[in-house]
């Protein structure tokens, strides 16, 4: 069975940095594409970034594209976001799930880390 646990979130200012990361276990891990979707009250899901299994294609959504990497690595079964440039509209819950794309969005996933952009 899958296991996805997600880390690294936190409180950062406007203009800050996080590397969120997430271990995963259970399932061969480079042979499926990842993502990261995120979460913020009130609201549905919503597609951040993938990585394919080789870590070869990346793709990122419009709002975060310039400001976050998303990475892996197989040898650890881990896969990371690297933020930066923060901003109050990235605020949300994170969450790393299997699958590319919007597939990913419905996929399943973690408890989640908690991104809070603030002043």
């Known amino acids: 069975q899958a296991e996805l646990v997600e880390s690294g979130g936190g409180l950062v200012q406007p203009g800050g940095s996080l590397r969120l990361s997430c271990a995963t276990s259970?399932?061969?891990?480079?042979?499926?594409?990842m993502s990261w979707v995120r979460q913020v009250p009130g609201k549905g899901l919503e597609w951040v970034s993938s990585?394919?299994?080789?870590?070869?294609?990346?793709s990122y959504a419009t709002s975060v594209k310039g400001r976050f990497t998303i990475s892996r690595d197989n040898a650890k079964n881990t896969v990371y976001l690297q933020m930066n440039s923060l901003k109050s509209e990235d605020t949300a819950l994170y969450y790393c799930?299997?699958?590319?794309?919007?597939?990913?969005?419905?996929?399943?996933r973690g408890q989640g880390t908690q991104v809070t952009v603030s002043s």
């Open positions: 990585i394919s299994g080789d870590g070869r294609t990346t």
């Open positions: 259970g399932f061969t891990f480079s042979t499926y594409s």
């Open positions: 799930a299997m699958g590319f794309g919007a597939m990913a969005v419905g996929a399943p």
